[in-house]
T-cell receptor, first 114, second 112 residues
Framework: AQSVSQHNHHVILSEAASLELGCNYSYGGTVNLFWYVQYPGQHLQLLLKYFSGDPLVKGIKGFEAEFIKSKFSFNLRKPSVQWSDTAEYFCAVNVGGSQGNLIFGKGTKLSVKP | KAGVTQTPRYLIKTRGQQVTLSCSPISGHRSVSWYQQTPGQGLQFLFEYFSETQRNKGNFPGRFSGRQFSNSRSEMNVSTLELGDSALYLC???????????FGEGSRLTVL
């Protein structure tokens, strides 16, 4: 069965530190890839997405992610985090086309210390 | 345009009871998905409805059911509630062309 793995359960950083959150998926076919963010008390919202083309995608609030097909990875990065980035981050993979199931990882909680 | 609306936002039930949650998708979206979110388990897919038909289903027991109406609004029902059903239940409507999901704020269910 397809699955999505997020390597870190909880990451704690100081402001201005660089961030990289890992995401790996298990599926050999064509995938669409997403990162969602859930700020405290708010609903899930899309950070960025990859469908095709340039494997380096840029999202909102300075986030970017790189799709490495050979590694089945879609890691999320930000050069310099802010206290307001404190949230839970979810990687998701859509298999079987744009209307296929969206499978989520278990999430990574990011805490940024001011 | 209005986002995904879920009602009720909070509810408390006791074991053995049943509960019905409602979701109104973004106008024009015909697909509605339901997820269960719990600490440590992340988001687990329950089911998806498209044009009143269940299109995909996750690995949940038959106590979890859903339906979709002709106006695309969806309901999910959980019967014979168990303590482990306590969770945030999220509804999302899907954009047809991109497959992107737009989430509601969720219904937080507590089972005592």
């Amino acid at each position: 069965a397809q699955s999505v793995s997020q390597h870190n359960h909880h990451v704690i950083l100081s402001e201005a530190a660089s961030l990289e959150l890992g995401c790996n998926y298990s599926y050999g076919g064509t995938v669409n890839l997403f990162w969602y963010v859930q700020y405290p008390g708010q609903h899930l919202q899309l950070l960025l997405k990859y469908f095709s083309g340039d494997p380096l995608v840029k999202g909102i609030k300075g986030f970017e992610a790189e799709f490495i097909k050979s590694k089945f990875s879609f890691n999320l990065r930000k050069p310099s985090v802010q206290w307001s980035d404190t949230a839970e981050y979810f990687c998701a993979v859509n298999v079987g086309g744009s209307q296929g199931n969206l499978i989520f990882g278990k999430g990574t909680k990011l805490s940024v210390k001011p | 345009k209005a986002g995904v609306t879920q009602t009720p936002r909070y509810l408390i039930k006791t074991r053995g009871q049943q509960v019905t949650l409602s979701c109104s998708p973004i106008s024009g979206h015909r697909s509605v998905s339901w997820y269960q979110q719990t600490p440590g388990q992340g988001l687990q897919f329950l089911f998806e409805y498209f044009s009143e038909t269940q299109r995909n289903k996750g690995n949940f027991p038959g106590r979890f059911s859903g339906r979709q109406f002709s106006n695309s609004r969806s309901e999910m029902n959980v019967s014979t509630l168990e303590l482990g059903d306590s969770a945030l239940y999220l509804c999302a409507s899907r954009e047809l062309n991109t497959g992107e999901l737009f989430f509601g704020e969720g219904s937080r269910l507590t089972v005592l």
